[in-house]
Nanobody
Framework: VQLQASGGGLVQAGGSLRLSCAAS????????MGWFRQAPGKEREFVAT????????YSADSVKGRFTISRDNAKNIVYLQMNSLKPEDTAVYYC????????????????????WGQGTQVTVSS
């Protein structure tokens, strides 16, 4: 599966952005999906994950209540709605996928994802 992340940009603190991750090559419904981010000089960190069915999801404490992950399997797209953005959210955001049997399993570790998109830059100004 090939992943294409988009939707990043420059936004003021308190603003919102919606990231999209479009998949091609295979149907997205076979994959657990995740969003990760990497700020300059820092390691890649987990942001959010959603199960194949969309019935289970989990977000990092740093974004809980502000970011929402969702998916539209019919359109082969996964979204990350980001509200109340903070300067510390500035990073390159990556979507990731891994094929999995369970429709409710989620994954929070980057090493568990086999497929990655190219990343989209999010910059939040203060």
């Amino acid at each position: 599966v090939q992943l294409q992340a988009s939707g990043g940009g420059l936004v003021q603190a308190g603003g919102s952005l919606r990231l999209s991750c479009a998949a091609s090559g295979r149907t997205l419904s076979s994959y657990v999906m995740g969003w990760f981010r990497q700020a300059p000089g820092k390691e890649r960190e987990f942001v959010a994950t959603i199960s194949r069915s969309g019935g289970n999801s989990y977000s990092a404490d740093s974004v809980k209540g502000r970011f929402t992950i969702s998916r539209d399997n019919a359109k082969n797209i996964v979204y990350l709605q980001m509200n109340s953005l903070k300067p510390e959210d500035t990073a390159v955001y990556y979507c990731a996928a891994d094929i999995i049997t369970s429709i409710l399993a989620i994954r929070t570790t980057a090493q568990n994802y086999a497929y990655w998109g190219q990343g989209t830059q999010v910059t939040v100004s203060s």
